[in-house]
T-cell receptor
């Protein structure tokens, strides 16, 4: 079993839909939780960063962390075709801060 | 350009040959990371440097792989005696250490794609 599990999709939604992306993890030492977005043939870029449990909102994006369930989510409101990309969850322990990534979920938002 | 720069972007080589990739981090970043990404998978950690010191290596980094960051600036990743299983995207990232005012966010380059025939 991998430390971080993520459904690879693809997830196909119409423009304007609310998108829910999720990851589960097994290492209870993870304290820092991130979502990266990766366009085709590009490097990942950080979207959201959360420390410990709770919610964080940034524009159309909301990240949720439930440490008791070892489950994190990313919600995208009013999805746009430009949101079409692979979304990678990542998490790290304190001290090293080296992210461990999920395999990514491919999102397709069609007009 | 102030982003992370990687060279070459694409390398095709025959099995058994040696290859070297170079990464130039963002200038004020003292941490540098190497990850490997295969199709349909997320990036897998290989190694990281703080300044010129290599502080951690993954068990994925076999003895055919060696990374250096001689002056704490650019880094090289060399793969000796390449195998077909080495075909992947090699990603470099840099960051400042996390602190109270920053998350230690990793800034990635666009990667160096290796194809071993």
């Amino acid at each position: 079993q991998k430390e971080v599990e993520q459904d690879p999709g693809p997830l196909s939604v119409p423009e304007g839909a609310i998108v829910s992306l999720n990851c589960t993890y097994s290492n209870s030492a993870f304290q820092y939780f991130m979502w990266y977005r990766q366009y085709s043939r590009k490097g990942p870029e950080l979207l959201m960063y959360t420390y410990s449990s709770g919610n964080k909102e940034d524009g159309r994006f909301t990240a949720q962390v439930d440490k008791s369930s070892k489950y994190i989510s990313l919600f995208i409101r009013d999805s746009q075709p430009s949101d079409s990309a692979t979304y990678l969850c990542a998490m790290s322990v304190g001290g090293s801060y080296i992210p461990t990534f999920g395999r990514g979920t491919s999102l397709i938002v069609h007009p | 350009d102030t982003g992370v720069s990687q060279d070459p972007r694409h390398k095709i080589t025959k099995r058994g040959q040696n290859v070297t990739f170079r990464c130039d981090p963002i200038s004020e970043h003292n941490r540098l990371y190497w990850y490997r990404q295969t199709l349909g998978q997320g990036p897998e950690f290989l190694t990281y440097f703080q300044n010129e010191a290599q502080l951690e290596k993954s068990r994925l980094l076999s003895d055919r792989f060696s990374a250096e960051r001689p002056k704490g600036s650019f880094s090289t990743l060399e793969i000796q005696r390449t195998e077909q299983g080495d075909s992947a995207m090699y990603l470099c990232a840099s960051s400042t250490p996390p602190g109270t005012l920053n998350t230690g966010e990793l800034f990635f380059g666009e990667g160096s794609r290796l194809t071993v025939l």
